[in-house]
């Protein structure tokens, strides 16, 4: 009776673990799929910590950040439907034991902010991750010590349904928000979304205490300064860190300052106050931009000239890549300056489109989708593109979701009704 309880506890402790890892794994490639260059610049952020940067090629990071959103999700799939237990229990250990160090190493390096996870969705602190990995990687041995006790929702004539499906299923999704924009924008700059609001200092709450300091050599030497005894020119800039001394509020949107490129004026508000519309055209790098609809660019240019609206193309490319891309392109719309972070951060692409009024992000495109002349007929006004998408954050649920468990609660009604027919007709 004991052995039996024992038994019992194994397989329902095993199961338990096994729809953990499932939900977490699911989750996880889920939302890496759904902002691929974010998990990009994520591993990115872990090659530069490394210091692999110069030994690794440029396209290294997004072949790691492409296989791990479809790796992840795959798992995920295979230990919720309990199909493949041998491969998919293996390569849950095998990155639970990668992960779990890694975190550790991270939490007290602090080399990279977060681990980037669950992308922004989720946003962990290194720590908070490291415990979670713990409660995972024993989930994980769990799992793979007592596969035998996984109990298939599906039989082994329908289990290679289950993961094709799932294969394509993310592999499509996948390439379709790398192509255009995340289908879910967890990022401050979400269409609807009001910059100034997102900027805004909550009443009550007061401002992080911060401690930059700089590392700079002169004649061999590295010295360390402070804004207080910051060196004359005869040193040179070697890198900066930026210490918390008290813990504070820190808004959404922290860093959105923008500068005319030809007179440093600060441009900033005069785009978020304005109550007309303004196209904002950003680049991080101009280097790396798609030139492809160049065209198209140059025609919305001429359409904001035509309507009276703003137009900028906002970068932190240098002054000589501008000049190059003039060139190239045939660009006559002006140019300004903001932080590469910031435009990273804003739209996933480059060029990526964004078009704001009041403050209020109105609309995005991808260099791929961006408005041709048979959309823009007319004035914004007139045009649905010049208002606010309605299409709610549980509409685009259910859309994601109906694609993805439909089909797979399909076969596995299916083959369940197919196993009930075999056994009556016996």
């Not at 989720?122 to 990687?137: C, D, G, P, Q, Y």
């Not at 349904?161 to 379709?176: D, K, R, V």
């Not at 240019?301 to 490319?317: L, M």
Request: charge should be neutral; aromatic fraction near 16%; glycine fraction near 4%.
């Amino acid at each position: 009776m004991e052995n039996k309880k024992k038994y019992d506890f194994i397989g329902y402790w095993t199961n338990a673990c096994r729809f953990l890892l499932a939900a977490v794994f699911i989750f996880s490639g889920f939302v890496k799929a759904n902002d691929l260059a974010g998990t990009e610049y994520k591993v990115q952020d872990y090659i530069t910590a490394f210091g692999l940067n110069s030994i690794l090629p440029s396209s290294v990071p997004f072949f790691i950040a492409f296989a791990q959103a479809i790796v992840e999700f795959c798992i995920g799939v295979y230990l919720f439907w309990g199909i493949r237990r041998k491969i998919s229990t293996f390569l849950v250990l095998l990155m639970m034991s990668f992960m779990t160090p890694l975190t550790l190493w991270l939490a007290v390096s602090g080399k990279v902010i977060d681990c980037g996870c669950f992308g922004d969705a989720l946003v962990l602190t290194n720590w908070e991750t490291f415990i979670k990995n713990i409660f995972l990687l024993v989930a994980a041995i769990s799992v793979f010590r007592w596969k035998d006790k996984i109990r298939p929702l599906v039989t082994s004539r329908f289990d290679w349904l289950i993961g094709l499906y799932a294969s394509i299923y993310i592999l499509i999704f996948t390439l379709y928000s790398y192509r255009g924009l995340p289908l879910f924008d967890f990022r401050p700059y979400y269409i609807g979304s009001n910059i100034k609001k997102q900027m805004e200092m909550p009443k009550g709450e007061k401002a992080p205490v911060l401690d930059t300091r700089f590392i700079l050599e002169k004649n061999g030497v590295k010295k360390e300064f402070s804004l207080d005894n910051y060196p004359d020119s005869t040193w040179t800039f070697i890198d900066s860190k930026t210490i918390v001394k008290e813990k504070g509020y820190v808004p959404p949107i922290s860093d959105f300052m923008i500068e005319d490129s030809e007179t440093g004026e600060d441009i900033t508000y005069k785009i978020l106050d304005n109550k007309n519309y303004s196209f904002i055209l950003v680049s991080p790098s101009l280097k790396k931009a798609d030139d492809s609809a160049i065209d198209l660019i140059n025609e919305l240019y001429d359409y904001c000239i035509d309507y009276g609206y703003n137009f900028y193309c906002v970068t932190s490319a240098s002054n000589e890549d501008i000049d190059e891309w003039k060139r190239r392109t045939g660009a006559e719309y002006p140019f300004a300056f903001a932080d590469e972070l910031m435009l990273k951060t804003m739209i996933r692409s480059n060029p990526g489109l964004v078009l704001i009024k009041d403050a209020t992000v109105i609309n995005k495109w991808s260099v791929n989708d961006l408005p041709d002349e048979y959309v823009l007929s007319d004035s914004l006004d007139n045009l649905p593109i010049g208002k606010v998408n309605q299409k709610t954050f549980i509409h685009k649920i259910f859309l994601a979701l109906g694609w993805f468990i439909v089909p797979l609660l399909s076969f596995s009604v299916v083959d369940a009704a197919w196993e009930k027919y075999k056994r009556n007709i016996k």
